[in-house]
């Protein structure tokens, strides 16, 4: 769950920002962390980093970051890897480098993930947390070109989002999201193909389901150590 990046575009709900905050509106961003725990979140930090396999000496990239609870985390139980996150919430970020003041090895950086600030190459890892459920086609296209840029060869995204099969049978869920324009964008095998378009080879590692939110689905695509070949 994180800022809704949508560069140069107004927001659909009449929304102040060209993305939509951490909450869905900077009122409502004091009780996000609260939120967080409530729908179980702190479990899924911890199923996305188990995955993710960070090793010592990574640079670890996470791309709409929020209030930083999956950064932090990370960081604490890693310590000698190299944390940043990035997302173009400032008064998500402000929260977020509280929690990371007593840190090192970790900042937070103002940025969309259509146009990441880092070289080519320069992470391991990059992480994303229920982020591209809020990204419309283009935007979601570019944010994985943009991944795929600063990833290593070798290196790979890790991915927690709304995916697979939604329907009618499963509650609110299966009403709303594939009526939702961003979030219908990721269901079925939506998240597969965008990822593979973008020259990565991905595997859904586990699928699961979610009380409130539905289906959850965990994804691992890696950048080639040879393209092309």
Excluded at 72 to 77: F, G, H, P, Y
Excluded at 105 to 115: E, K, N, T, V
Excluded at 164 to 173: H, I
Aim: charged letters at 25%; hydrophobic letters at 40%.
């Amino acid at each position: 769950m994180i800022a809704h990046m949508t560069k140069n575009r107004p927001h659909p709900h009449a929304n102040k920002h060209d993305y939509l905050p951490a909450a869905g509106h900077d009122a409502l961003l004091p009780g996000y962390d609260l939120m967080a725990r409530l729908f179980g979140f702190p479990k899924v930090y911890t199923n996305l980093i188990t995955q993710a396999e960070v090793a010592d000496g990574h640079r670890v990239l996470e791309i709409g970051c929020g209030t930083g609870n999956l950064t932090t985390r990370l960081k604490r139980t890693h310590q000698s890897v190299e944390v940043i996150g990035s997302d173009p919430d400032p008064l998500a970020l402000r929260r977020a480098r509280r929690k990371a003041r007593t840190l090192s090895g970790i900042r937070f950086d103002l940025a969309y993930a259509q146009q990441l600030p880092y070289r080519d190459a320069e992470f391991d890892r990059v992480l994303s947390s229920m982020m591209l459920h809020h990204l419309a086609g283009d935007d979601k296209a570019a944010a994985v070109a943009e991944v795929f840029r600063v990833l290593r060869p070798g290196g790979r995204l890790h991915v927690v989002d709304i995916g697979g099969d939604v329907t009618e049978s499963k509650g609110f869920p299966g009403r709303f999201f594939p009526h939702s324009p961003h979030a219908a964008g990721n269901l079925g095998s939506a998240i597969p193909r965008l990822l593979g378009a973008a020259g990565f080879e991905c595997t859904e590692l586990a699928s699961r389901r979610h009380p409130v939110i539905g289906q959850l689905s965990y994804y691992r695509a890696i950048r080639p150590a040879r393209e092309g070949v």
